[in-house]
């Protein structure tokens, strides 16, 4: 059954690797997906002054920060994250959702497009943050 309360963050985290094979992002700290849409301006000097807008392009990009793992023991290593998608130019499935399988997801293939490995300050965590964007069409399922 769905969630029927507010989600506690906690619980919403990105799974990345093969379709239908994917693994949640070890000891993540914070993840996020953005979706826009970008309207193509058709405002002329018959407008009047108003401006006029069409459909346009939609995007998603998405993000999430982890704390390092020096064994790299979990699914997704920073290895992989360099060799098949910064290296080989290979994308990724990614799913952006919770721990329940009822609730709303958001799915799709994405290229990653940085990789920060942050060791700051003095007896700290070193975390990694990871960007990406989407390629294609998002699927928001809700089952």
Aim: net charge negative; with cysteine.
């Amino acid at each position: 059954m769905a969630t029927t309360t507010i989600v506690n963050t906690s619980n919403m985290a990105f799974y990345l690797g093969a379709d239908g094979s994917e693994t949640k992002i070890s000891n993540s700290t914070d993840a996020s997906i953005s979706i826009t849409h970008a309207p193509r301006e058709t405002t002329s000097k018959d407008s009047g002054g108003w401006r006029y807008l069409l459909e346009g392009l939609r995007s998603a990009s998405g993000s999430a920060s982890f704390f390092f793992v020096g064994s790299e023991g979990s699914a997704y290593t920073l290895h992989d994250f360099y060799t098949q998608c910064i290296t080989n130019r290979q994308t990724i499935h990614a799913i952006f959702k919770t721990d329940d399988a009822a609730d709303l997801s958001f799915e799709g293939d994405v290229y990653l497009s940085s990789v920060e490995i942050s060791s700051g300050g003095v007896e700290d965590n070193v975390t990694v943050s990871i960007s990406f964007d989407f390629t294609g069409p998002i699927e928001v399922v809700n089952t």
